[in-house]
C-alpha cells in the first residue's frame, strides 16, 4: 500500500513568493495533520483535519499561512508570502481514527531565501 | 493539559550496549504513548506504542518500551545497540480525553559508536 505522499520534497524559492505544499492521504484515513520541524522549535503542529474539516488551526503561525482539504484523498499548505523564517521540513501525516498511530509522509524541504 | 519531556539531547551508546532512551509524560486522562524514530532526511516512522493494553510494550527493530503509571515514564530500550538505530528518537503522547491531538518530544538523537 501506498503510504503518505508529499509533494514536491524540496522546494527552493524566494522571499515574498507564494509556496503550496500538497499531501495525499492514506486512503481510508480520516483524519490528517500538517506539522513543521525545525531545529529551534522541533516539531509543531500546525493544524489539524477530521473528514475534511478542520478541527484545530491554533498552531497555524500566521495569516500567510493556509490549509485547505477539498476531499479525503489531497490537502494543501500554502504560504503567501512566503519569509525566510519560514524555512522547515514540512510533514504531512494521517490517521485511520484521530487519536490512534499517525503515518507520516516523507516531508518537504522548504528553503525561502 | 499535556506535555511529554524527554531527557538527553543526545545520547552515545557503543554498539552492542543498551540502549535507554527517556521519556516522561503528563496526562489527565489515561494516555496513548508512541514512540517514533526518524531517519536522516526521511520523515517518522512508528517504533511501538501503547494504547492501555500491556505495559510492556515490543515495537520493532527490537525495541521496547513500558509504561509505569506510577513515574509517568515511558522509556525505550534495546538490549543491543547496533550501527543501524543511529537516529533521532521521539516520545509523543495522545490526550484520549480531549483533542487526540499528538504532543512530541524533543526528540533524542541517538549515536552508537563502533
Known amino acids: 500500500d501506498a503510504g503518505v505522499i508529499q509533494s514536491p520534497r524540496h522546494e527552493v524559492t524566494e522571499m515574498g513568493q507564494e509556496v503550496t505544499l500538497r499531501c495525499k492521504p492514506i486512503?481510508?484515513?480520516?483524519?490528517l495533520f500538517w506539522y513543521r520541524q525545525t531545529m529551534m522549535r522541533g516539531l509543531e503542529l500546525l493544524i489539524y483535519?477530521?473528514?475534511?474539516?478542520?478541527?484545530?488551526d491554533s498552531g497555524m503561525p500566521e495569516d500567510r499561512f493556509s490549509a485547505k482539504m477539498p476531499n479525503a484523498s489531497f490537502s494543501t499548505l500554502k504560504i503567501q508570502p512566503s519569509e525566510p523564517r519560514d524555512s522547515a521540513v514540512y510533514f504531512c501525516?494521517?490517521?485511520?481514527?484521530?487519536?490512534?498511530?499517525?503515518?507520516f509522509g516523507p516531508g518537504t524541504r522548504l528553503l525561502v531565501l | 493539559a499535556q506535555s511529554v519531556t524527554q531527557l538527553g539531547s543526545h545520547v552515545s551508546v557503543s554498539e552492542g550496549a543498551l540502549v535507554l532512551l527517556r521519556c516522561n509524560y503528563s496526562?489527565?486522562?489515561?494516555?496513548?504513548l508512541f514512540w517514533y524514530v526518524q531517519y536522516p532526511n526521511q520523515g517518522l516512522q512508528l517504533l511501538l506504542k501503547?494504547?492501555?493494553?500491556?505495559?510492556l510494550v515490543k515495537g520493532i527493530n527490537g525495541f521496547e518500551a513500558e509504561f509505569k503509571k506510577s513515574e509517568t515514564s515511558f522509556h525505550l530500550t534495546k538490549p543491543s545497540a547496533h550501527m543501524s538505530d543511529a537516529a533521532e528518537y521521539f516520545c509523543?503522547?495522545?490526550?484520549?480525553?480531549?483533542?487526540?491531538?499528538?504532543?512530541f518530544g524533543t526528540g533524542t538523537r541517538l549515536k552508537v559508536l563502533a
Open positions: 501525516a494521517s490517521t485511520l481514527k484521530v487519536g490512534e498511530t499517525q503515518y
Open positions: 486512503s481510508g484515513h480520516n483524519s
Open positions: 483535519f477530521n473528514n475534511n474539516v478542520p478541527i484545530d
Open positions: 496526562s489527565s486522562v489515561p494516555p496513548y
Open positions: 501503547y494504547t492501555s493494553a500491556a505495559t
Open positions: 509523543a503522547v495522545s490526550d484520549q480525553g480531549g483533542t487526540y491531538k499528538y504532543i
